[in-house]
C-alpha cells in the first residue's frame, strides 16, 4: 500500500479523516457545538467575519494589522541579532561579555516581557512590537553566531590579509559564510515571533487576530475563537513556507562551495 | 623598499594555560626587497609561525619583524598571504576574487578591470571572470589566488605551501609559471615549502630550519648559482636534471636528513 500512494495522499487522507471526526462528533450531538464548534461552523463564521466588522474591523484588517506588528519585530530583531552574532562568533571578547547575559535572557518567555512591553512602549504597536522581538531575537543571534563560527579561519585571515578592514571582514565573509544559517535561524525566528505576538494581543492592543479571539471569549462565540486560532495557525504556515523557499535557495546555491 | 627583517625573534605558544611550547626560538633573518627566499625544514620546525608572524596574523614572544622598516603588528595588504587551501571567497567570482584586494586600496572600477584582463591573459584563463572558485580545478584556483594577492600590489608577497594540495604535473606548472611571473614582476617573496626540489628552483636562497626548538640551521645560496648557469632560460624540468641544481638541492637535503635522522 504504502508503496503505491504517493506521500501527499496519505497527509490528505489524514487531514480528511481529522476533520471528518470532528466534523461528525458535533453533528451526531455527541459533543455540543458551544464546547467545540464544527469545522463548517468555522468556515461559516470566517466568512462572516471578513464581511461584517468584528470588533472594529474585517478579519483580513486584524489580520494585515496583526502582520504589520509581526514585521515589524522580525526585522527589528534581525537587524539587531543577525551582526550581533556574528560579532560574537568573530570576536572572543564580545562572546564572553554577552553569553551570560543572553543565556538568562533566552530562557525568559517573550510573554513575560508584555507588562513591561506596555510600560515602556504602550499598547499600541511599540510594544506588541517589544514582545516580538524578544521573541525572535534568540535565534537571531544563535544562528548567526554559529555560522560565524563555521567560517573557515583562513578565509577571514585571506581577507585581513588582502587589506579588509573588520566591516569588510563582516560583510564579504562572516555575513555571506554564515548566510546559510543565518536563513535557517530566521525561520525559526519568524516562528517563535508570531506565536509572542498572538500572545501579546491577547493581553494588550484593540486591534490584531490576537485582539479578535479575546473579543470572541468575552462575546460567548467559540466559533470565532476558533476562527482566529485558524488564521492564526494558516499564516504562520504560509510565512514559514516563503522561508523555507527562500532558505532552500540558499543552500542550492551554497551547495558544493 | 619592502625588505624583511626578523631581529631575533622567538615564540612561545600555550603561555598561561597549559604547557608552554617553545616554537621559535632567536631567530635572526633579513631579505632584500625584491628578493625571493623559500624555507624549508621538517614540520614542527615553526616555518609557517615564522611566515604567520611576518603577515602579522601570529605575534611573537620576543624580539621583532619590521618590513619596510616599519614594525608588524597586524596583517596589511603590503604583506598578502598566499594560502595552502587557496582560500578563495567561495560566494565571489573569479573577478571580485582578484579584485579584493584592490577595493581594499580604493582602486577605480577601470583599474580593477584592467588588473583581471591582465592577470587572466598572464594565467591563459581568458573568459572565466565569472565563474566561481568550485567551477575551477585546483591549479586554477591557485591561479586566482596569485592573481588576488599580486592585483593588491604588495611589497611583499607571502607563500604558504601553495602548491602543496596540487597534483605532481599541475605543480610543475605552477613552479615555472611563479619563477615567470616574480622575474617579469619583482617582489620581496618568503615561500615556505617541504619540496627541496621546489625550494631551491624558486629561491634565491634556501633558509633550512632545524626544530626544538625551531631555528635556522642554516642559509643556503642559490641566486649565484641560477645566474651563472642561466636556470631561468630553460624549461623547469631540465633545470632540474643539471648538476648545478642537483649539487644544491643534495646540499639542502643533507642538512635536512641530518635532523631527521631519528625519524625515518
Given at each position: 500500500m504504502s508503496e503505491r500512494l504517493p506521500l501527499w495522499a496519505w497527509s490528505a487522507a489524514g487531514l480528511i479523516l481529522f476533520?471528518?471526526?470532528?466534523?461528525?462528533?458535533?453533528?451526531?450531538?455527541?459533543?455540543?457545538?458551544?464546547?467545540?464548534?464544527?469545522?463548517?461552523?468555522?468556515?461559516?463564521?470566517?466568512?462572516?467575519?471578513?464581511?461584517?466588522?468584528?470588533?472594529?474591523?474585517?478579519?483580513?484588517?486584524?489580520?494585515?494589522?496583526?502582520f504589520g506588528r509581526f514585521m515589524g519585530g522580525f526585522l527589528l530583531a534581525a537587524v539587531i541579532g543577525v551582526p550581533l552574532g556574528l560579532m560574537m562568533g568573530r570576536f572572543?571578547?564580545?562572546?564572553?561579555?554577552?553569553?551570560?547575559?543572553?543565556?538568562?535572557?533566552r530562557y525568559v518567555a517573550p510573554l513575560a516581557w508584555v507588562p513591561f512591553a506596555a510600560l515602556w512602549f504602550g499598547t499600541g504597536i511599540g510594544g506588541p512590537i517589544m514582545v516580538i522581538f524578544t521573541g525572535a531575537f534568540a535565534p537571531c543571534v544563535i544562528?548567526?553566531?554559529?555560522?560565524?563560527?563555521?567560517?573557515?579561519?583562513?578565509?577571514?585571515?585571506?581577507?585581513?590579509?588582502?587589506?579588509?578592514?573588520?566591516?569588510?571582514?563582516?560583510?564579504?565573509?562572516?555575513?555571506?559564510?554564515?548566510?546559510p544559517s543565518i536563513v535557517a535561524g530566521l525561520r525559526i525566528a519568524a516562528g517563535l515571533g508570531w506565536q509572542s505576538l498572538i500572545g501579546a494581543e491577547l493581553i494588550v492592543v484593540s486591534s490584531g487576530i490576537g485582539?479578535?479571539?479575546?473579543?470572541g471569549q468575552s462575546n460567548l462565540s467559540p466559533s470565532t475563537v476558533m476562527t482566529a486560532m485558524a488564521v492564526i495557525g494558516l499564516t504562520g504556515l504560509l510565512i514559514d513556507i516563503g522561508l523555507r523557499q527562500i532558505e532552500s535557495r540558499v543552500r542550492a546555491k551554497w551547495e558544493g562551495r | 623598499m619592502s625588505e624583511i627583517v626578523i631581529d631575533n625573534v622567538g615564540k612561545v605558544f600555550g603561555e598561561g594555560g597549559g604547557r608552554p611550547f617553545?616554537?621559535?626560538?632567536?631567530?635572526?633573518?633579513?631579505?632584500?626587497d625584491r628578493e625571493v627566499i623559500s624555507v624549508v625544514g621538517p614540520s614542527g620546525c615553526g616555518k609557517t609561525t615564522l611566515m604567520r608572524m611576518v603577515a602579522g596574523l601570529e605575534h611573537p614572544t620576543s624580539g621583532e619583524v619590521r618590513v619596510g622598516g616599519k614594525r608588524v603588528t597586524g596583517p596589511g595588504p603590503d604583506r598578502a598571504v598566499v594560502f595552502q587551501q587557496f582560500a578563495l571567497f567561495p560566494w565571489k567570482t573569479v573577478r571580485e576574487n582578484i579584485t579584493f584586494g584592490m577595493r581594499s586600496r580604493?582602486?577605480?572600477?577601470?583599474?580593477?578591470?584592467?588588473?583581471?584582463?591582465?592577470?587572466?591573459?598572464?594565467?591563459?584563463?581568458?573568459?572565466?571572470?565569472?565563474?566561481?572558485?568550485?567551477?575551477l580545478s585546483g591549479g586554477m584556483q591557485q591561479r586566482v589566488a596569485i592573481?588576488?594577492?599580486?592585483?593588491?600590489?604588495?611589497?611583499?608577497?607571502?607563500?604558504?605551501?601553495?602548491?602543496?594540495?596540487?597534483?605532481?604535473?599541475?605543480?610543475?606548472?605552477?613552479?615555472?609559471?611563479?619563477?615567470?611571473?616574480?622575474?617579469?614582476?619583482?617582489?620581496?617573496?618568503?615561500?615556505?615549502t617541504h619540496s627541496v626540489e621546489e625550494a631551491v628552483y624558486l629561491a634565491d636562497r634556501v633558509v633550512v630550519m632545524a626544530r626544538n626548538?625551531?631555528?635556522?640551521?642554516?642559509?643556503?645560496?642559490?641566486?649565484?648559482?641560477?645566474?651563472?648557469?642561466?636556470?631561468?632560460?630553460e624549461p623547469i624540468d631540465d633545470v632540474m636534471e643539471m648538476p648545478s641544481f642537483t649539487h644544491l638541492r643534495g646540499q639542502v637535503w643533507r642538512l635536512l636528513r641530518e635532523q631527521m635522522g631519528s625519524d625515518i
Open positions: 476533520f471528518g471526526l470532528w466534523q461528525g462528533a458535533v453533528s451526531s450531538g455527541a459533543v455540543s457545538s458551544f464546547v467545540l464548534p464544527s469545522p463548517l461552523e468555522v468556515l461559516e463564521r470566517m466568512w462572516k467575519l471578513m464581511n461584517q466588522p468584528f470588533a472594529g474591523a474585517l478579519l483580513h484588517e486584524h489580520l494585515l494589522s496583526s572572543r571578547l564580545l562572546e564572553d561579555i554577552v553569553t551570560p547575559l543572553f543565556e538568562g535572557y544562528n548567526a553566531y554559529r555560522g560565524a563560527r563555521l567560517v573557515d579561519s583562513y578565509l577571514i585571515e585571506a581577507a585581513q590579509t588582502h587589506g579588509a578592514s573588520e566591516f569588510r571582514v563582516a560583510r564579504e565573509v562572516l555575513l555571506p559564510g554564515a548566510l485582539f479578535v479571539m479575546v473579543q | 617553545l616554537a621559535i626560538d632567536g631567530v635572526d633573518l633579513r631579505v632584500e580604493g582602486a577605480t572600477k577601470a583599474e580593477r578591470d584592467a588588473a583581471v584582463a591582465h592577470y587572466l591573459t598572464l594565467m591563459k584563463m581568458e573568459g572565466t571572470e565569472d565563474k566561481y572558485p568550485h567551477q592573481a588576488r594577492s599580486y592585483a593588491t600590489d604588495p611589497g611583499v608577497l607571502l607563500m604558504d605551501e601553495p602548491f602543496g594540495a596540487l597534483d605532481a604535473q599541475t605543480r610543475t606548472i605552477m613552479q615555472e609559471e611563479l619563477v615567470r611571473l616574480t622575474n617579469d614582476n619583482p617582489r620581496t617573496v618568503m615561500f615556505i626548538p625551531g631555528r635556522i640551521r642554516e642559509i643556503i645560496d642559490v641566486a649565484t648559482t641560477r645566474k651563472a648557469e642561466k636556470w631561468s632560460e
